[in-house]
């Protein structure tokens, strides 16, 4: 390695322990990485829900197998099967 990446690498890392040594900042970052996760979990909540629903509707229909509707919803089959059990209720 060229002095200059080691000079390069050692002032990254001396930067690091600088933030990682400052309170606030491991709390923003907390703070910022708590928020990505609960905005991937509500996205994957509303794919679910939104596959959930084009299976109820398929199942309305009542013209296709639950095969059928966990291909085009992207569902398992006894998920669809569990769907179709709760409208019946």
Same mark, same amino acid.
């Not at 322990?17 to 996760?37: G, I, N, Y």
């Given at each position: ?18 933030? =990682? ?9 907390? &703070? ?6 609960? /905005? #991937?979990?509500? @996205?994957?909540?509303?794919r ?11 199942? =309305? ?9 966990? &291909? ?6 006894? /998920? #669809?099967?569990? @769907?179709?059990?709760?409208d019946?209720h």
């Amino acid at each position: 390695m060229s002095c200059s990446n080691i000079k390069m690498t050692n002032s990254a890392m001396g930067r690091i322990r600088e933030l =990682s040594a400052d309170e606030e900042t491991r709390r923003l970052a907390f &703070v910022r990485e708590r928020a990505l996760r609960d /905005e #991937v979990s509500f @996205l994957n909540d509303a794919r679910r829900e939104g596959r959930e629903e084009v299976a109820r509707n398929l199942i =309305s229909m009542n013209v296709l197998a639950d095969a059928q509707i966990a &291909v085009a919803s992207g569902l398992t089959e006894s /998920e #669809v099967k569990s @769907l179709r059990t709760e409208d019946k209720h």
